[in-house]
């Protein structure tokens, strides 16, 4: 057959400044990027395998997971293909069809959906209303108490961490608290604070942890981080009685390539950059700060801000493309000209974003941005 050349190319990270939250705990440092190359053919890590991913010396496998279980402090560690693999895993190992679980109302929809492949039902945890949504553990409790109350056993409770939609980030110290006093094994969704912000599983008392190295971790990907306490790896890493090498709920080896070669050589930096999360929620709250100065912008969900996704209400912007001819184009237009990116097209009553990893004069050129956007249209 014929077929076109995919002579496909970026430069949207290059040549912009992007907010997509999706994409800016994603980016490669430099030593990722090396290894994204010399990786880059399929099965590339497999040269010096003797049939245990998570053993192979070189490149150094297994101890890039015994670092990894430090950072996170965790007995045992896997990678996956991403948090939703992780989450999918869990729910499978552990839980039978037609199971119950809890999860609270931030929840993603892989979290939805990977209980869905797993054949469970789904109890979930009210959030609390607009503005805030938050996660509130004591409304968790009722809730995990109720449903232990109702149908018996109760297989695993899930908590989101940081959501995707409002930046939130929610106690798990005391969800780690309330599972073990219930007796739920606990499941902590980090995909969006795991390589962002201190992830102390055990110190937690958190059974499963799992991670997104392409959402947080400046991994290439696909690829995530499962993460357990050592009293659950006699079920999720059980091996085939064939194949005696091989753990049956990893389906052999999991992330084998360039998704673990870019997340072992950003190890050193994701742990660098953790240790700086105080002064980026220092600068995500100054960015709030400076875009609430406009009038018609203002942040929802919890406040100050936590993390660096943030959401706003934008009523200023909605009444802007009102009157404007390019209509709900004219923000993602009017930003793009600027070099600013990620803000999706035609949307203007409310958004989300992210400045992470950006430097402080970035971030005030985008409220800058923002300011001389509204003060065109607004006098
Ligand atoms: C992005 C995201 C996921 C999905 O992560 P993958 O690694 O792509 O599976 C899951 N949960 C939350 C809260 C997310 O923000």
């Given at each position: 057959m014929e077929c076109q050349n995919y002579n496909i190319t970026r430069d949207v990270e290059r040549e912009n400044l992007n907010l997509n939250p999706l994409q800016r705990g994603g980016i490669l440092p430099k030593e990722a990027r090396e290894a994204l190359y010399d990786f880059g053919?399929?099965?590339?890590?497999?040269?010096?395998?003797?049939?245990?991913l998570d053993e192979i010396?070189?490149?150094?496998i297994g101890g890039f997971l015994e670092d990894l279980a430090k950072f996170l402090n965790v007995d045992d560690v896997r990678t996956t293909h991403g948090a939703r693999e992780g989450k999918f895993a869990v729910m499978h190992g552990i839980c039978n069809p037609g199971d119950v679980i809890v999860v609270d109302?931030?929840?993603?929809?892989t979290t939805h959906l990977a209980a869905e492949r797993a054949g469970l039902e789904i109890i979930e945890v009210p959030s609390s209303d607009y503005p805030e949504f938050r996660t509130d553990m004591e409304i968790y409790q009722k809730a995990l108490e109720n449903a232990i109350d109702e149908?018996?056993?109760?297989?695993l409770a899930v908590l989101t961490?940081?959501?995707?939609?409002?930046?939130n980030l929610s106690d798990a110290n005391e969800f780690g608290k309330i599972c073990s006093k219930l007796g739920v094994p606990s499941l902590l969704?980090?995909?969006?604070s795991m390589g962002r912000l201190p992830i102390d599983s055990n110190g937690w008392n958190i059974d499963f942890v799992v991670g997104s190295g392409h959402k947080s971790?400046?991994?290439?990907?696909?690829i995530g981080v499962l993460g357990m306490k050592h009293e659950w790896a006699d079920t999720m890493l059980k091996r085939s009685?064939?194949?005696?090498?091989?753990e049956i709920e990893m389906l052999g080896c999991t992330s084998r390539g360039a998704p673990i070669a870019t997340l072992m050589a950003s190890l050193p930096h994701v742990i660098e950059r953790v240790n700086k999360w105080d002064e980026e929620v220092k600068l995500s709250r100054e960015f709030v700060a400076n875009l609430e100065e406009i009038d018609g912008i203002t942040q929802i969900g919890?406040?100050?801000?936590?993390?660096?996704?943030v959401r706003f209400d934008t009523p200023i912007l909605h009444e802007i493309s009102k009157i404007h001819?390019?209509?709900?184009?004219f923000l993602y237009e009017e930003l793009k000209t600027r070099k600013i990116v990620g803000i999706k097209r035609g949307q203007t009553e409310w958004f989300k974003c992210s400045t992470y990893g950006m430097s402080k004069s970035q971030r005030n050129y985008i409220t800058d941005s923002f300011k001389e956007i509204v003060g065109k249209f607004i006098k």
């Open positions: 053919d399929g099965y590339s890590v497999c040269d010096y395998c003797a049939g245990r010396a070189k490149p150094s109302g931030n929840a993603h929809y149908y018996g056993e109760i297989k961490h940081v959501d995707g939609n409002y930046g969704n980090c995909a969006y971790m400046a991994a290439s990907g696909p009685p064939r194949h005696v090498k091989k919890i406040k100050p801000t936590n993390h660096d996704l001819p390019r209509k709900g184009f």
